[in-house]
């Protein structure tokens, strides 16, 4: 009955079951894809946009609801629980499962490319497709200065870092740039805005950040009593989680 009744639906959205699949797999694995990502993306998130309501269908028994921004293409699927832009909180309880997992470096660089994006665009220094530049200098700036924290010193790590921040669609960098070691310049997306919510970035700027330079603020920072860290103490975190949740 089930498989009738997708059949039918595929058919009105002129797909087959292997389409529909493949866009399934790729979307519960990765969370999110963009369309300018690479020829695989633009493929599946056009696919998206002729079966969008029978995705939301699928989805929606398991809890898990979806944000589709048209104006920079991009689609993310959200765990049961979290807090999702333009969307009521869930009132259930969750234990997150679902929630994508994330290291306290991973989180701090997260942030201060959430406010550095916060201010590239109050300055109008945003391209067509939304996205600001920022080099790695100015993210490990950005995160000694809001929370005392800086990149992994080992190439490796750093070299995983990025690749996790890509992975979540966050932004994008020349491969070549990274492997010679060379100044990385980072394309940060505007869907940044929509991973950490306001309420995060409303906590940062109630703990007083700096809004002197770069230079300056870092500066001041080591010889200032540490502020409260607003990353997690232990290594297990996720940005998903909602303010209500445990």
Same mark, same amino acid.
């Given at each position: 009955?089930?498989?009738q009744a997708l059949e039918e639906a595929l058919a009105q959205c002129r797909l087959n079951r292997s389409e529909f699949s493949e866009l399934m797999v790729r979307l519960l694995d990765y969370g999110v894809i963009c369309r300018d990502?690479?020829?695989i993306e633009t493929t599946l998130y056009d696919r998206f946009q002729r079966c969008e #309501?029978? +995705?939301? =269908?699928w989805l929606a028994p398991l809890g898990l609801r979806l944000q589709h921004d048209s104006r920079f293409q991009f689609i993310r699927v959200y765990p049961p629980g979290a807090e999702v832009p333009g969307l009521p909180d869930q009132e259930e309880p969750h234990h997150g499962g679902f929630r994508a997992r994330l290291s306290q470096q991973e989180v701090a660089a997260i942030l201060a490319l959430r406010v550095e994006? /916060?201010?590239a665009l109050r300055e109008g220094? +945003? /391209?067509e497709s939304g996205c600001a530049a920022l080099s790695l200098e100015a993210l490990e700036l950005g995160m000694r200065n809001l929370l005392r924290m800086s990149l992994p010193d080992k190439h490796a790590e750093r070299k995983n870092l990025l690749k996790k921040l890509r #992975? *979540?669609? *966050? +932004?994008q960098f020349s491969s070549e740039e990274v492997e010679t070691s060379a100044e990385v310049w980072l394309r940060v997306r505007p869907t940044i805005a929509h991973f950490v919510s306001e309420s995060v970035l409303r906590q940062l700027i109630d703990n007083d950040i700096p809004s002197t330079s770069? =230079? =300056?603020k870092y500066d001041a920072a080591e010889e200032e009593k540490p502020s409260e860290r607003i990353t997690p103490e232990v290594e297990d975190h996720s *940005?998903?989680? %909602? =303010?209500?949740? %445990?």
């Amino acid at each position: 009955m089930i498989e009738q009744a997708l059949e039918e639906a595929l058919a009105q959205c002129r797909l087959n079951r292997s389409e529909f699949s493949e866009l399934m797999v790729r979307l519960l694995d990765y969370g999110v894809i963009c369309r300018d990502e690479s020829v695989i993306e633009t493929t599946l998130y056009d696919r998206f946009q002729r079966c969008e #309501q029978l +995705v939301r =269908e699928w989805l929606a028994p398991l809890g898990l609801r979806l944000q589709h921004d048209s104006r920079f293409q991009f689609i993310r699927v959200y765990p049961p629980g979290a807090e999702v832009p333009g969307l009521p909180d869930q009132e259930e309880p969750h234990h997150g499962g679902f929630r994508a997992r994330l290291s306290q470096q991973e989180v701090a660089a997260i942030l201060a490319l959430r406010v550095e994006y /916060d201010k590239a665009l109050r300055e109008g220094q +945003v /391209d067509e497709s939304g996205c600001a530049a920022l080099s790695l200098e100015a993210l490990e700036l950005g995160m000694r200065n809001l929370l005392r924290m800086s990149l992994p010193d080992k190439h490796a790590e750093r070299k995983n870092l990025l690749k996790k921040l890509r #992975q *979540l669609r *966050l +932004v994008q960098f020349s491969s070549e740039e990274v492997e010679t070691s060379a100044e990385v310049w980072l394309r940060v997306r505007p869907t940044i805005a929509h991973f950490v919510s306001e309420s995060v970035l409303r906590q940062l700027i109630d703990n007083d950040i700096p809004s002197t330079s770069s =230079e =300056e603020k870092y500066d001041a920072a080591e010889e200032e009593k540490p502020s409260e860290r607003i990353t997690p103490e232990v290594e297990d975190h996720s *940005l998903f989680e %909602s =303010e209500a949740a %445990s």
